[in-house]
């Protein structure tokens, strides 16, 4: 019987999406970027952006010299900007600690400011063609149904969820890192969590969840958050205003974008303590220099 890695290295590479980040020539600094850009935004979205990112800043040392206000007007709508902020920082210290180059080795890698365990192993596997266990929401759904027969993973386990993934990849990185990529590839696109496409997926004759009838997945959930009304749909409107701003704007500006006083000066409160706006001494506001 074939393996989940031999099913997947068989359907990967005629099916994976043509993604820019994919093609050849992109760099580990490109992987890197496009991981921090993908952390809960989806793929349409960070196409466009992605590309005139590594246009403007193809390198670590670009980015690094960038101002902060810059980098949060390029990064535009991808939302969650603190992200963009952590990726400025990570460029710097690889500039400054590791020659321009992105690091290849976890340990240096989860050193850098925003980058934690998968998405240094993401980089590594992706962007350096090593073999490490890459574990995402997609991921782990594709392992509870093909290999444990469950209708979803449940809540995460960080050590047996790499452990499980790390016993489905070849001993060797390159067939490893394809494995990687087309576990996460077919948990996008075709063992999704509310429409599977069983009948176009590679590993359908060794699908513990088909064998089994497909039982229902009862266990707990992670609640869906929302967006309309929620601090984060407030800070990205002052966000707004900033960024379409060439210069510091008065308070009153700030005012408009968003009618609850008190929910508004909260959250402006919290983009000045992240570091995602400033107060002038005359009292106006700008993205930081």
């Not at 600094?29 to 989806?42: H, K, Y």
């Not at 700030?254 to 009292?283: M, P």
């Amino acid at each position: 019987m074939s393996s989940v890695s031999d099913l997947i290295l068989a359907w990967y590479p005629a099916h994976a999406r043509d993604l820019p980040w994919r093609r050849a020539g992109t760099t580990p600094w490109g992987v890197l970027v496009s991981e921090f850009m993908l952390q809960q935004t989806p793929v349409a979205r960070v196409e466009p952006v992605w590309l005139l990112w590594m246009q403007q800043w193809p390198a670590p040392s670009a980015l690094a010299a960038a101002s902060r206000a810059d980098v949060l007007r390029a990064w535009g709508k991808l939302g969650y900007p603190r992200r963009a902020l952590r990726l400025h920082a990570a460029a710097a210290a690889i500039a400054e600690s590791h020659g321009d180059v992105v690091p290849s080795e976890l340990d240096e890698l989860e050193a850098l400011p925003g980058v934690g365990s998968y998405t240094a192993r993401a980089v590594a596997a992706f962007g350096y063609g090593r073999r490490a266990a890459v574990v995402d929401t997609n991921v782990r759904r594709v392992v509870a149904r093909a290999v444990h027969g469950a209708g979803d993973a449940g809540p995460a386990r960080s050590t047996a969820d790499l452990a499980a993934v790390d016993a489905l990849l070849p001993a060797t990185d390159a067939p490893a890192a394809a494995v990687s990529a087309g576990l996460m590839e077919l948990g996008a696109v075709l063992c999704t969590a509310r429409a599977p496409r069983c009948g176009s997926c590679p590993l359908q004759t060794i699908c513990g969840w088909r064998s089994a009838g497909y039982p229902v997945y009862t266990g707990p959930r992670k609640p869906v958050q929302g967006f309309a009304g929620t601090d984060r749909q407030v800070r990205g409107r002052l966000l707004d205003v900033l960024r379409a701003a060439p210069g510091p704007v008065e308070r009153a500006l700030l005012d408009a974008a968003w009618s609850d006083a008190g929910q508004r000066d909260r959250c402006l409160d919290s983009l000045l303590v992240d570091g995602l706006a400033e107060q002038h001494d005359d009292g106006r506001f700008a993205l930081p220099a």
